[in-house]
């Protein structure tokens, strides 16, 4: 079983509609989580930063981490075509020099 | 204006042929990290670096090499060895310690195709 566990989609929705993407992951020690959005042959560009548990809101995303149930995930509203990329969710323990652990990435695109 | 840069954006190799990969960064990161990416198989790490003149293995190191002689710097070569080296390759650097120590920033990526 991988660390982390992420749907590769594809996933397609509408114009305007709200994303739901989301991550699993089985190590507790887990403490740090990042969303990246990857445009194709582009590097990854960091969307959302959340420490421990709960949500953060920047615009139209909200990340949310529930570490009950070693499960984050990252919601976006309103979505645009502009929003169609792939999604990489993060993550790391406590202690500087621990590596990121990456989820395999969800493709989203949006249809105008 | 900092960042990172990666160069060539695009590279073609021979087989049996060694070729460097070229990284940048003007952030004053200490840590750098380089990352292959293939379809469906996400990021996985090759090398990274904490500090100048040290460096550490990643995931899939082997027919890989790298060197960190300043802190600005951390290119990787491609070996001869490396079996299937045809993928998207990419580096980054993280911020030192405080605030948002635990992520990482990217570069562009070169894209190495083997011939």
């Known amino acids: 079983q991988k660390e982390v566990e992420q749907d590769p989609g594809p996933l397609s929705v509408p114009e305007g509609a709200i994303v739901s993407l989301n991550c699993t992951y089985s190590?507790?020690?887990?403490?740090?989580f990042m969303w990246y959005r990857q445009y194709s042959r582009k590097g990854p560009e960091l969307l959302m930063y959340?420490?421990s548990s709960g949500n953060k809101e920047d615009g139209r995303f909200t990340a949310q981490v529930d570490k009950s149930s070693k499960y984050i995930s990252l919601f976006i509203r309103d979505s645009q075509p502009s929003d169609s990329a792939t999604y990489l969710c993060?993550?790391?323990?406590?202690?500087?020099?621990?590596?990121?652990?990456w989820g395999l990435g969800t493709s989203l695109a949006v249809n105008p | 204006d900092g960042g990172i840069t990666q160069s060539p954006k695009y590279l073609f190799r021979k087989e049996g042929q060694n070729v460097t990969l070229s990284c940048e960064q003007n952030?004053?990161?200490?840590?750098m990290y380089w990352y292959r990416q293939d379809p469906g198989q996400g990021l996985r790490l090759i090398y990274y670096?904490?500090?100048?003149?040290?460096?550490q293995k990643g995931d899939i190191a082997e027919g890989y090499s790298v060197s960190r002689e300043k802190k600005e710097s951390f290119p990787l070569t491609v070996t001869s060895a490396q079996k299937n080296p045809t993928a998207f390759y990419l580096c980054?650097?993280?911020?030192?310690?405080?605030?948002?120590?635990?992520?990482?920033?990217f570069g562009p990526g070169t894209r190495l195709t083997v011939l």
């Open positions: 980054a650097s993280r911020p030192p310690t405080g605030g948002r120590a635990d992520t990482q920033y």
């Open positions: 952030l004053n990161h200490d840590a």
């Open positions: 670096s904490q500090i100048v003149n040290d460096f």
């Open positions: 190590n507790s020690a887990f403490q740090y």
């Open positions: 959340t420490y």
């Open positions: 993060a993550m790391k323990g406590a202690g500087n020099n621990r590596k990121l652990i």
